[in-house]
């Protein structure tokens, strides 16, 4: 569905991505990972076309078979792609059914809009009790449901989600991640970038490591959580590597 090749994006005089190349099959839950400043969120933006520069420095992007890396963001969505950036970004004056009908600002569909809104507030059940509220009035867990609903109003064949647990608890985190694998079943392909990387790993069929602008792995979930590497400084668990390491360098400091 989508095939990113050799993208190198810049800001001013620093590369934020090195030659990143990745593919998202259709139907897939797809999860880039990595540590803050790792090119993820930039990695989104470029798809979009959200950057300040017109397009990438190099490579290529295509959407089911055609090259948006060129078009402006208004096609992109058009063709199916949808994106819930990092802090949710919701319109906070203007009400819950406001943020969701510009959503549908693409479409002209006016009972299909209403047929998605129903859709929409079944799987936010707590988005219709609140739709004559104001959005900026919301929760942080409301707000991110908010976001999601009003990027699937557009009907996307692809949902691109940056951080959708960010600062969330974890029974809320839980909720919305149920949320996006119901999602996904009804044939919505998802990319997501997550720093709860136990969270992304469970739900995710695939998955990327990203550090420093580049892909370190690429690897299906069950394989990657066995990884030592991944363990110790995804996942925070103590592999057995790294307690021999961490009792050698205390008989060390001990005899000093």
Not at 41 to 57: A, F, G, V
Not at 120 to 132: A, Q
Request: aromatic content about 8%.
């Amino acid at each position: 569905m989508l095939s990113v090749k050799n993208i190198e994006t810049w800001y001013d005089l620093i590369r934020a991505l090195h030659g990143i190349s990745f593919e998202v099959k259709q139907g897939d839950i797809v999860a880039l990972l990595g540590s803050n400043g790792a090119g993820k969120t930039t990695m989104l933006k470029t798809i979009m076309r959200l950057l300040e520069d017109d397009q990438p420095e190099k490579g290529t992007i295509e959407f089911m078979g055609k090259r948006i890396d060129r078009m402006d963001t208004d096609q992109i969505v058009r063709l199916g792609i949808s994106y819930v950036p990092e802090g949710r970004e919701v319109f906070p004056e203007l009400t819950v059914m406001e943020n969701i009908l510009m959503g549908a600002y693409t479409r002209n569909d006016r009972s299909g809009v209403k047929s998605d809104m129903e859709k929409i507030f079944r799987h936010f059940p707590i988005l219709e009790k609140r739709k004559t509220q104001e959005a900026g009035h919301l929760s942080g867990g409301e707000q991110q449901m908010l976001a999601i609903g009003r990027a699937l109003m557009s009907r996307p064949k692809l949902l691109m989600l940056d951080e959708p647990s960010l600062g969330l608890s974890p029974l809320l985190t839980k909720e919305i991640f149920t949320i996006i694998k119901n999602i996904n079943q009804e044939g919505v392909t998802i990319l997501l970038v997550e720093q709860n990387v136990n969270m992304a790993l469970k739900y995710s069929n695939y998955a990327f490591l990203m550090e420093n602008g580049r892909i370190l792995r690429a690897d299906k979930p069950e394989v990657l959580r066995e990884d030592e590497d991944v363990k110790e400084f995804y996942l925070g668990i103590a592999t057995e590597q790294s307690i021999k390491g961490y009792k050698r360098y205390r008989r060390k400091v001990r005899f000093r």
